[in-house]
C-alpha cells in the first residue's frame, strides 16, 4: 500500500490546505504518539521547528495531539532539524518532530519525524502511522495527559555538539567566513558556533519575520551570498536552507561549489586520514559523473541511490558507509550526526580549508564536472511521464546519447514538478536532450 500523506521527506504541503492543516497536525501527534507508546516509562516528544508563520500553529495543534494521548512534550523553539535528532537522542526521547518545510517557500510547511534512535523513521513506522490517521484512538485518561515545558538551553546543546564535531585542535581564527542562514532555523545557532571557534563573521539571512525564510537565500537562492563573499573579502562563503540540513559553499571568487564536490573533499580526505569507513561514498542517480570518476581514480566506490537524503542514510547504515548526501547539499556525516546537517558539514570543510592552507577555490575544485542540466516543468494535474509523447521524446533523447551520457526523469516528491536532468561529455547533446523531453512534458502537462 503506497502512503497518501509521508512523502520523500515526512508529511509535507501548502499550510491551512491539504495535509497541512491543525487538525491533520494534531491528529499526526496523536498517531505517532500512540506509535511510540512503548514500555512502562514516562513517554516523551521533542519539537523544534523552523521560522515560518504557520510552525506557531502546527506546533501547537501537535502539543495537543502528543499530550492528549499522554506524551510529555519538550519545545526547542526555531533549531535546525540536525539538532532536533541530537536532542531526541540526548532527552532520550520516544519521538522527535521537525516542523519544516526545508528549501521550500514560508506558504509551505511540514513535519518531519524521528524515533528515539535520533533517525529518520522508516516506511513501516510511516504507514503504520498513516494508518491511524484515519482511526478513533483511544486518548489518555485525566490523570495521564501528558505536560509540555519549554527548555531554555537547546541552542548551547547544538552549538556545543558541532564544535564538538570539529574536534579541539582546530581553531578558525584568522578565517573570514560568509553565511547566509536563509532566514530559517540555524539564524542564530551556525553564526554563533563559527564565531566561538574564532571566525570573523559576516552573516546574510539572520532576520526572520515568519515569511522571508528561503526569500531570494540560502542554499537554493545563493546570489546574495556570492555577492557578499567577493565585496566583503571573505575566504569562504556558506549557505544553508531553512531547516540547515543542507550546505552550499562559495569560494573566495563567488563562485558555488555544490554537494558533489563537498562529498568529494570529505570523502577522499577522510579515506587519506583513515575514517572513511564503507570503502567509498553514496550519492544519489542526481550526482555528476565527474564524482563517480573522480572517486574512482582515488580506489573509492560512489553507490548511487534514488533522490531523497532518506534513500542515501538507508544505503548507507546498510553498507558501513560514514560519508553520503547529495548534490543539493544534504550532507550526512554519521560519524557526527543521524541526518543532514549544513553545519557540521560546513565545519569540515573549514577545517581542511586552515588544514591546507589553500584558497578555497584551490581546495573545493576537487574534479571537473561532466556538462550537466537540470530543468523543472511545473504541471498541475495528471501524470505526465505516462503520456506517449514524453515517452517517445525520452527514448529519443536515450538512442541519441548512446552511451556517451544519463538521463534521469523523475516527478519531484515535495513539489509538482518533473525534473529533467542529462548529463554527458557534449554540452550540445545534453541541451538538445533536455529541452526536447521538457517540451514534451509540458505539452503533456497542458
Known amino acids: 500500500m503506497g502512503k497518501q500523506f509521508f512523502g520523500t521527506d515526512g508529511i ?14 494534531m491528529k499526526v501527534g496523536q498517531a505517532a504518539g500512540t506509535r511510540f507508546l512503548r514500555g512502562d516509562h514516562r513517554h516523551r516528544v521533542v519539537i523544534g521547528k523552523d ?11 501537535m502539543v495537543a495531539g502528543f499530550t492528549s494521548v499522554g506524551m510529555d512534550v519538550v519545545l526547542l523553539g526555531p533549531m535546525p532539524t540536525p539538532a532536533v535528532a541530537l536532542l531526541t537522542q540526548e532527552l ?29 523513521l522508516s516506511d513501516d513506522d510511516e504507514l503504520a502511522i498513516e494508518a491511524m490517521l484515519g482511526q478513533d484512538l483511544d486518548l489518555a485518561s485525566s490523570e495521564e495527559i501528558g505536560r509540555a515545558r519549554r527548555i531554555d538551553d537547546a541552542r548551547g546543546r547544538y552549538i556545543h555538539a558541532v564544535k564538538q564535531s570539529l574536534g579541539n585542535q582546530v581553531r578558525l581564527d584568522g578565517l573570514k567566513i560568509a553565511i547566509d542562514c536563509a532566514n530559517g532555523a540555524a539564524y542564530q545557532v551556525a553564526p554563533s558556533a563559527l564565531w566561538e571557534l574564532g571566525a570573523e563573521i559576516v552573516a546574510l539571512g539572520v532576520n526572520p519575520n515568519g515569511k522571508n525564510i528561503n526569500e531570494a537565500c540560502g542554499s537554493t537562492h545563493v546570489e546574495s551570498l556570492t555577492e557578499a563573499v567577493v565585496a566583503e573579502g571573505a575566504d569562504i562563503g556558506i549557505a544553508l536552507d531553512g531547516d540547515a540540513d543542507r550546505l552550499i559553499v562559495v569560494d573566495e571568487k563567488g563562485r558555488v561549489v555544490d554537494g558533489d564536490q563537498i562529498m568529494a573533499l570529505i570523502g577522499s580526505q577522510w579515506a587519506a586520514s583513515g575514517r572513511l569507513t564503507g570503502g567509498g561514498v553514496v550519492a544519489t542517480v542526481m550526482s555528476n559523473l565527474g564524482l563517480e570518476r573522480f572517486l574512482a581514480g582515488e580506489g573509492l566506490n560512489l553507490v548511487r541511490t534514488a533522490v531523497g537524503d532518506r534513500h542515501v542514510l538507508e544505503a ?39 588544514q591546507s592552507g589553500k584558497r578555497a577555490s584551490e581546495l573545493l575544485h576537487v574534479f571537473d564536472p561532466l556538462p ?10 495528471g501524470k505526465p511521464l505516462e503520456d506517449n509523447g514524453v515517452k517517445s521524446a525520452i527514448a529519443d533523447a536515450e538512442a541519441a546519447l548512446d552511451g556517451k551520457g544519463r538521463l534521469v526523469i523523475r516527478p519531484s516528491g515535495t513539489e509538482p ?28 502537462a497542458a
Open 372 to 381: 550537466q542540466l537540470l530543468r523543472n516543468v511545473r504541471f498541475a494535474k
Open 12 to 25: 509535507r504541503g501548502r499550510t491551512n490546505a491539504g495535509v497541512m492543516t491543525a487538525a491533520i497536525a
Open 51 to 61: 521560522t515560518r508563520l504557520s510552525g506557531y500553529m502546527l506546533e501547537n495543534a
Open 92 to 120: 532520550r526521547a520516544d519521538v522527535g518532530v521537525m516542523i519544516s518545510a526545508s528549501h521550500n517557500p514560508y506558504e509551505d510547511n511540514g513535519i518531519k519525524l524521528f524515533g528515539p534512535d535520533g533517525f529518520k
Open 316 to 354: 548507507m547504515r546498510k553498507g558501513g558507509y560514514n560519508v553520503g548526501g547529495e548534490q543539493s547539499g544534504h550532507m550526512i556525516l554519521l560519524d557526527h550526526a543521524t541526518t543532514g546537517d549544513g553545519t557540521i558539514a560546513a565545519l569540515q570543510v573549514l577545517a581542511a580549508l586552515v
Open 417 to 444: 514538478v518533473i525534473r529533467v536532468m542529462a548529463e554527458g561529455d557534449d554540452a550540445s547533446l545534453i541541451e538538445e536532450a533536455v529541452a526536447n523531453i521538457c517540451g514534451a512534458v509540458a505539452r503533456a
